[in-house]
């Protein structure tokens, strides 16, 4: 399938807001101006979103991703990826750290099928007491 891969722009704020519930209203506004949100869109409709962070204001970091479970496997998590990681590479980064917790396989995964591979992990961070594991994927 194909996707229509852009950065989000102030006037998705609505669609952006019911898809991430972790940033504050004033961050999603202030990703949105700086083109830390990456949407793909199928039939001029988002199904997929991406937040972009950066670890001490100077590593990439893939801080949250979602597809609309109808457009899952089909090739939009893999067309934001490799958008978000063309732009990086022009902006200068030469890879991409992402991560997700120890007990959660599938999203680890994703991660390796991705071409990311462990970098580490920190001990107990997670509100369950389980570790997150980080991933690097060079660019």
Not at 23 to 32: A, F, N, P, R, T
Not at 82 to 105: K, M, T, Y
Not at 111 to 122: A, D, I, K, Y
């Amino acid at each position: 399938m194909n996707f229509h891969i852009r950065f989000a722009r102030p006037a998705d704020y609505d669609w952006c807001r019911g898809i991430d519930e972790h940033v504050s209203d004033e961050l999603l506004q202030w990703k949105l101006d700086r083109k830390e949100i990456v949407l793909a869109e199928a039939d001029n409709k988002a199904v997929g979103y991406v937040r972009l962070e950066f670890i001490c204001s100077k590593a990439p970091y893939l801080g949250f991703i979602h597809v609309d479970a109808l457009f899952r496997r089909r090739g939009a998590g893999r067309s934001m990826l490799a958008f978000l990681e063309h732009e990086l590479r022009d902006r200068g980064h030469s890879f991409l750290l992402s991560s997700s917790q120890q007990n959660e396989p599938e999203p680890q995964a994703w991660h390796q099928h991705m071409g990311f591979r462990t970098c580490g992990s920190l001990s107990e961070i997670n509100e369950d007491g389980s570790d997150e594991v980080f991933f690097r994927k060079l660019l």
